[in-house]
């Protein structure tokens, strides 16, 4: 198995689209009442590829063409607060002792907590210093005031996820593999089937040079959010943007769910883009 290391890509361009995208689904499926048991208010979420719950971010560092567009904006913007991601953000860096910037497994939570919602959470990471630091975390204090469960799993995350698939209400899964696996792409394409004929509403990202989305035919949902690095004022390091590939399940009233998500996280896209250029 190849090893990868997120941290010296942590914050970049790539990073801000997908986490943004992960905060504003979250939130509209809470919102909504559904991608868990609705009697309970709250969210089944499961991730593959987990990374850190979050990140130091020290200069120089691809965050700078990404997060660090922004930062300096954050505290004194106030638009930038309207979107969840950005004021989760702006709470984890209030103090000077250095610029942390969270994974999207720890941004789930922040927004749980937020939303006074209950967030029952598996994430795999096949990294054993990554896995500690999540041991680490749920122990300590920050994840404190969250109801429900987070359990961080050793192993690989594409073989794993499938287990809480079919053994839980739907919800939402994030696929974010490294990419470091020739093998990557066509595992991910097969996690997202299976997860979408299971209820799931998936997200999938990729960077848009590699062009992997997927080709699936019958019922449901199947779209492509890309945003264009250059376009939001952030810089990719030679990647010109990134995407995430939004499924959904098959039925009618899911595929209504669908049309109004994909709708959402569209109007918040552009609220992004008009926003980034405005700062």
């Known amino acids: 198995m190849v090893s990868y290391d997120h941290r010296r890509h942590a914050g970049n361009a790539g990073d801000v689209w997908k986490h943004f995208i992960v905060c504003e689904a979250a939130g509209f499926l809470i919102e909504l009442g559904t991608g868990a048991d609705a009697a309970c208010g709250g969210l089944n ?4 590829h987990a990374g850190r719950p979050d990140y130091i971010l020290r200069a120089p560092g691809e965050w700078q063409g990404g997060i660090g567009r922004v930062l300096p904006h954050l505290l004194e913007e106030s638009s ?17 002792e250095g610029l942390v910037y969270p994974g999207s497994g720890r941004l789930a939570i922040e927004l749980a907590k937020r939303m006074n919602a209950r967030l ?3 994430l795999w990471d096949c990294d054993r210093d990554v896995v500690a630091s999540w041991d680490c975390f749920l122990r300590g204090p920050k994840s404190g005031g969250l109801a429900g469960k987070v359990v961080i799993h050793m192993g690989e995350g594409f073989s794993g996820v499938l287990s809480r698939l079919k053994s839980s209400a739907a919800g939402l899964l994030f696929i974010d ?5 020739s093998r990557d792409t066509v595992k991910a394409e097969r996690l997202l089937k299976t997860a979408r004929k299971l209820g799931w509403t998936v997200l999938w990202w990729y960077m848009t040079d590699l062009k992997t989305i997927p080709t699936l035919s019958g019922p449901g949902g199947l779209a492509e959010l ?22 959904g399940s098959a039925g009618e009233a899911e595929g209504d769910e669908f049309e109004r998500l ?18």
């Open 45 to 48: 979420y499961a991730e593959s």
């Open 262 to 279: 994909l709708a959402h996280l569209e109007r918040r896209r552009d609220m992004l883009i008009r926003i980034l250029k405005s700062v």
């Open 226 to 247: 890309e945003l264009q690095f250059d376009e939001a004022g952030l810089e990719g390091g030679g990647w010109e943007g990134s995407t995430v590939a939004l499924a």
């Open 177 to 181: 593999p490294p990419y470091v696996d």
């Open 80 to 96: 930038l607060r309207e979107l969840s991601y950005f004021d989760i953000l702006a709470d984890l860096n209030s103090s000077k």
């Open 120 to 122: 029952w959470a598996d």
